[in-house]
């Protein structure tokens, strides 16, 4: 004789549901009440706003009025296990159904939460009977791993659940699968009401056309991992944390373990509280760095991707975004990790070094989810590319190299303005270099008191003459590898030339008076 299935027990958990949770579930309820059997809904709340809360809070009124049972899916183990907890605090057993799990008495269940990948394999094999699963909850709903398995549920209510409801597939679009998106609150809303804290950014110019693009429509690791493991990148986030964030709770996100490790090292040289986290760590491991990170007021943890879902750790004062990235959804799951309150936490700190906040605009921003989720190419395709972003970047010489210059109030030339002009009053374009080699020529025999400090100051410029002349490579829609390496050498022999030539008769212009001999 089958055992009869397990009752609601009473709530173990203290959340009070806030009114606008509460006004989600009667939303949800309403559709789940007026429309057909097998719809499937869309719900999108941001990062922090409690939909596990939410979803479980659902499940307990669901389970207490209906026959049927309920499933929730989750794409990581982490995110499964925390489910299943939460769900167990509003009063709902449930089985949760991974790899290890004995499934010969899954039929007393009334609720199960299942990994993706294992729940496919379950039913596939027919070891799961789910014919009597009237609500099906998808969490973090954006992925397309989940969309193979409603084939399963032709009779089922879905629900998916999102903070992003964009796809990661461009090719698998959401309104694909969902027949309706109901958007929840506003980061800026919940900001307002002290649901959320609020992010102080600080946005570096990054140079990043040597980027590649990946097979996934993002950035890829290697060509991550070679920008920004070289020195001057490493030494950039260093410089960022100590002027942003030294002391407070710092986590880092990297496009690649060996970015990560490299982070690691450059930190931990520095003598600064740091540890390296990624996929690779035991769970033993992994509990040990997490447990540290928690309990180090001043802990800086630098790590790869597993820390974007299912991680809450409400004491971290600055995100470092250490990667580019294409996804939006990425994006505010990296910043949204800074955002859970705490005490008096009423802010947080983000350091950019991958031009995200210009490609997706600030975090929080109002965004049009509904034209988002009905229209998903449109949005995608009008997202800045690095070179549109690049192009709007006023290039400055670095702090060090600026300090030897300190005669001069402006070091800075606007290639693409000289170009328009010069091409404008109908002179040829290689006036452009010869004015840019002048103005270089100029600022360095304004700050040297004879030709050879003038020569070793134009040695400084490399830098910003790379940048002038990939800007102007540009102007002329000529840009191969060779021709600009040339242009390169080309205007630094043009650039010492000018100065062993000119340098009296510049300097004397400049000050009045001939240099000593």
Request: with cysteine.
């Amino acid at each position: 004789m089958q055992q009869p299935l397990f009752e609601i027990q009473e709530k173990k958990t203290d959340k009070e549901l806030y009114s606008y949770q509460q006004g989600a579930i009667n939303q949800i309820f309403e559709k789940f009440d007026n429309e057909r059997d097998d719809y499937h809904l869309l719900y999108q709340l941001p990062t922090g706003g409690g939909k596990t809360v939410i979803f479980s809070e659902m499940v307990r009124q669901y389970l207490k009025n209906h026959s049927k049972k309920v499933l929730v899916m989750t794409h990581r183990v982490e995110l499964c296990n925390q489910t299943s907890k939460m769900l167990t605090s509003f009063g709902v057993v449930n089985k949760v159904v991974n790899s290890k799990a004995n499934l010969d008495d899954h039929e007393r269940y009334n609720c199960y939460v299942a990994m993706v990948e294992t729940l496919n394999n379950r039913l596939n094999d027919g070891i799961l009977n789910i014919s009597d699963v009237g609500l099906v909850i998808v969490d973090e709903a954006h992925y397309n791993s989940f969309t193979k398995l409603f084939k399963f549920f032709e009779n089922s209510f879905i629900l998916g659940v999102t903070a992003t409801p964009l796809s990661s597939n461009k090719e698998l679009p959401m309104n694909s699968n969902y027949d309706e998106l109901i958007p929840g609150e506003s980061i800026e809303n919940l900001i307002e009401n002290d649901f959320l804290a609020r992010a102080e950014t600080h946005q570096y110019d990054m140079g990043l056309t040597s980027l590649e693009i990946g097979s996934n429509g993002d950035y890829t690791v290697k060509s991550s991992s070679d920008l920004y493991t070289s020195p001057s990148m490493l030494n950039k986030l260093l410089e960022a944390y100590l002027i942003h964030s030294k002391g407070k709770k710092t986590l880092i996100f990297n496009n690649g373990i060996d970015t990560s490790v490299q982070v690691y090292h450059t930190f931990n040289n520095a003598g600064l509280p740091i540890m390296h986290l990624d996929n690779t760590a035991t769970k033993k491991q992994r509990k040990q760095i997490l447990k540290w990170f928690h309990e180090t007021p001043d802990a800086i943890l630098t790590s790869v991707s597993i820390l974007t879902t299912g991680f809450d750790e409400p004491t971290i004062d600055t995100i470092i975004l250490n990667r580019a990235t294409k996804s939006l959804t990425l994006y505010y799951q990296m910043i949204g990790r800074g955002s859970r309150v705490l005490n008096n936490k009423s802010k947080f700190t983000v350091i950019d070094l991958g031009n995200n906040i210009y490609r997706f605009g600030p975090w929080g921003a109002d965004l049009n989810w509904e034209a988002i989720f009905k229209s998903p190419n449109y949005y995608i395709d009008r997202i800045k590319d690095d070179e549109a972003i690049e192009s709007t970047f006023k290039h400055e010489l670095a702090d060090d190299i600026r300090s030897e210059f300190s005669k001069s109030k402006d070091t800075y030339l606007d290639i693409s303005a000289l170009y328009k002009d010069t091409t404008f009053s109908g002179e040829t374009s290689k006036v452009v270099l010869e004015k840019s080699i002048e103005q270089h020529a100029y600022i360095c025999i304004e700050n040297s008191e004879d030709v050879y400090d003038a020569l070793t100051l134009a040695k400084l410029l490399k830098e910003d003459i790379d940048n002038r002349i990939k800007v102007y490579s540009k102007c002329i829609s000529k840009s191969t590898n060779n021709f600009i390496s040339w242009l390169k050498l080309d205007y630094q022999k043009k650039l010492n030339t000018y100065l062993l030539k000119n340098f009296d008769a510049v300097f004397e212009q400049i000050h009045g008076y001939p240099p000593e001999d």
